[in-house]
């Protein structure tokens, strides 16, 4: 059994990488594959990188996010896109600086949300539960628009100007 190490190289490469997708994110798998008990990736996410809403109903697990490096924004939504709550995690640069700046966060399955990075260079280490199902990974919001289509920049800037 080989160790794996994960170098700032490495990371670097991810974050330039997904700054020049066309989803602006980009992740970096470690668990070998979808039937693995236990999913675990790097997701390198760029400041203009728009996620729809959605949750892990469909599949239920929770999902655990820690920032590795950057700072996000967490938001959670009731059933109707009304906004429960925001919270800020990062890095630990960040947690210095920002006022009640958290690590990361725990996602139940059942909970409608999305993360947005508020700084360049912003990556995420994320766990959950396997085997991944990609047909029941996310269901997304009716009330967002969908990645690509006009009105989700609108809507993103919208949630951007609230962090």
């Given at each position: 059994?080989?160790?794996?190490?994960?170098?700032?190289?490495?990371?670097?490469d991810l974050s330039h990488e997904s700054i020049?997708?066309?989803?602006?994110?980009?992740n970096f798998n470690i668990h070998t594959d979808?039937?693995?008990?236990?999913?675990?990736?790097?997701?390198?996410?760029?400041?203009?990188?728009?996620?729809?809403?959605?949750?892990?109903?469909?599949?239920?697990?929770?999902?655990?996010?820690?920032?590795?490096?950057?700072?996000?924004?967490?938001?959670?939504?009731?059933?109707?896109?009304?906004?429960?709550?925001?919270?800020?995690?990062?890095?630990?640069?960040?947690?210095?600086?920002?006022?009640?700046?958290?690590?990361?966060?725990?996602?139940?399955?059942?909970?409608?949300?999305?993360?947005?990075?508020?700084?360049?260079?912003?990556?995420?280490?994320?766990?959950?539960?396997?085997?991944?199902?990609?047909?029941?990974?996310?269901?997304?919001?009716?009330?967002?628009?969908?990645?690509?289509?006009?009105?989700?920049?609108?809507?993103?800037?919208?949630?951007?100007?609230?962090?």
């Amino acid at each position: 059994m080989a160790i794996k190490l994960f170098s700032n190289s490495l990371l670097n490469d991810l974050s330039h990488e997904s700054i020049l997708s066309s989803r602006k994110r980009l992740n970096f798998n470690i668990h070998t594959d979808h039937a693995d008990s236990c999913q675990r990736l790097f997701n390198a996410i760029g400041m203009d990188s728009y996620i729809r809403p959605h949750r892990h109903s469909l599949d239920p697990k929770q999902e655990c996010l820690i920032a590795v490096s950057g700072l996000f924004g967490l938001f959670i939504f009731d059933d109707y896109g009304q906004i429960l709550s925001i919270n800020k995690f990062g890095s630990d640069l960040y947690r210095k600086a920002e006022k009640n700046c958290a690590a990361g966060v725990e996602i139940p399955p059942n909970a409608w949300h999305t993360v947005i990075a508020l700084s360049n260079s912003a990556i995420l280490f994320e766990v959950k539960a396997g085997p991944f199902n990609p047909l029941a990974a996310k269901e997304f919001a009716a009330w967002a628009p969908e990645e690509g289509e006009p009105n989700s920049l609108e809507y993103f800037a919208l949630l951007k100007g609230l962090v």
